[in-house]
């Protein structure tokens, strides 16, 4: 089994954080940004992980899902919720605030843009009074999360002060051994400037107010 | 589009029982509420819960990788595919295509809620597409007509007659 990576890579922080976490037996190697890995995909897609059957596995939640389970911690429902949340609501928002934060120089703008998330999870975290997301011990959806936020909480750093749960929970996570490796090893330090180059190859983000066309199959 | 594709898959699980759902935010994000517990949201989370619960569990795959898999193209399902632009969705084909080469379903030899999701989201897509490049992804479609045929899948959504029979065209056309 082999992890397949790239500095500067947020989704790459998922699956480092994932692995060391886990600490589950498997290789990993540093690639370039525009390496193709997975055989079928036009695009250079990573993090990926080859598994033993010789399948990929390109999605960085899938991939922590998968080395969360190998280890004996399957996703429970609750789990199931937040990588859908956090695929299908937050990516969306962060891929948006990244562009601002890192490509346009407008750090300020960011915490507007990702507002609705972070009281969502504010609210949840505060109403379940349970030190991780989905109980009293860490998921997959912990990872996932942290790793999301963690290039923009950690530099340019929209206020949490009011979101106590969110602080709380954020820097619970963070001071895990294997957050920290993965975030050294994927940023190096560099915080959001570490992140210019795997952004720069990115597309531009769709978001609803600047969405030129409409999606095929909106029905 | 997402709760009619849950209500098909409750005929498909056999299930006696309507479950209650509303919907949540623009982009009508199913929520199922839970007698047992708080309500879950979103359609993937939603599908494999219903899988669960008439336990039909190998549906979301029988090994850590498939079950991994099977999540893959579920989100890929909700992401990629639901948000994409009429180029994008060239590059999906594409993609789709090669990676089915050399299988039967999505997560491989199985049949699971990752080619009941895709399926439906696609439908739109191959519905919209001109007859050679029907040809042109040629395992896109073989796929598609074979979970459209079948049994209990299709429900809400129409057939579409999508392989025009092959064996005559090299010489009558």
């Known amino acids: ?219 | 589009m997402a709760l009619r594709e849950l209500s098909s898959l409750e005929k498909y699980l056999g299930q006696k029982k309507a479950n209650k759902y509303s919907t949540q935010g623009d982009k009508k994000v199913p929520v199922l509420q839970n007698n047992n517990g708080p309500p879950l949201v979103g359609l993937v989370t939603i599908a494999c819960h219903l899988a669960k619960e008439a336990k039909r569990p190998e549906l979301l795959g029988d090994t850590a990788e498939s079950r991994a898999v099977v999540q893959q193209w579920l989100e890929y399902r909700v992401t990629k595919l639901d948000s994409c632009t009429k180029e994008d969705i060239k590059t999906v084909l594409k993609d789709l295509n090669l990676y089915l080469q050399d299988k039967v379903y999505l997560a491989g030899n199985q049949f699971t809620l990752a080619d009941v999701f895709m399926y439906y989201g696609i439908h739109p897509v191959i519905v919209d597409l001109a007859i050679q490049d029907r040809e042109q992804y040629v395992n896109v479609t073989r796929w598609f007509d074979h979970i459209q045929r079948y049994p209990g899948v299709r429900h809400h959504l129409p057939p579409v007659a999508v392989l025009r029979n092959r064996i005559y065209t090299s010489r009558h056309h």
């Open chain 1, 1 to 219: 089994m082999k992890l397949f990576v790239s500095e500067g890579n947020p989704h790459c922080l998922k699956a480092l954080a994932a692995l060391e976490a886990t600490g589950v037996q498997c290789g990993v190697q540093f690639v370039n940004h525009d390496e193709r890995v997975v055989p079928f995909l036009s695009r250079p897609t990573l993090p990926a992980l080859a598994l033993p059957s010789g399948q990929y596995l390109f999605s960085s939640n899938a991939i922590c899902r998968y080395l969360f389970e190998v280890n004996g911690q399957e996703c429970s429902e609750l789990c199931d919720q937040w990588l859908e949340w956090e695929a299908t609501v937050l990516q969306p928002a962060l891929q948006q605030a990244l562009h601002m934060a890192v490509l346009q120089g407008k750090s300020s703008e960011v915490s507007k843009v990702l507002q609705g998330p972070i009281d969502v999870l504010e609210q949840s975290l505060s109403k379940r009074n349970t030190p991780y997301l989905t109980g009293d011990s860490v998921s997959a959806a912990d990872l996932v999360l942290w790793a999301g936020f963690f290039p923009v909480l950690s530099d340019s750093s929209p206020t949490l002060g009011e979101h106590k749960s969110l602080k709380a929970w954020f820097d619970r996570v963070a001071a895990m051994n294997a957050c920290q490796s993965a975030a050294q090893k994927v940023l190096q330090g560099k915080g959001l400037q570490g992140m210019k180059s795997y952004m720069q190859r990115q597309p531009a983000p769709q978001s609803s107010q600047c969405r030129e066309t409409q999606p095929c199959n909106s029905n």
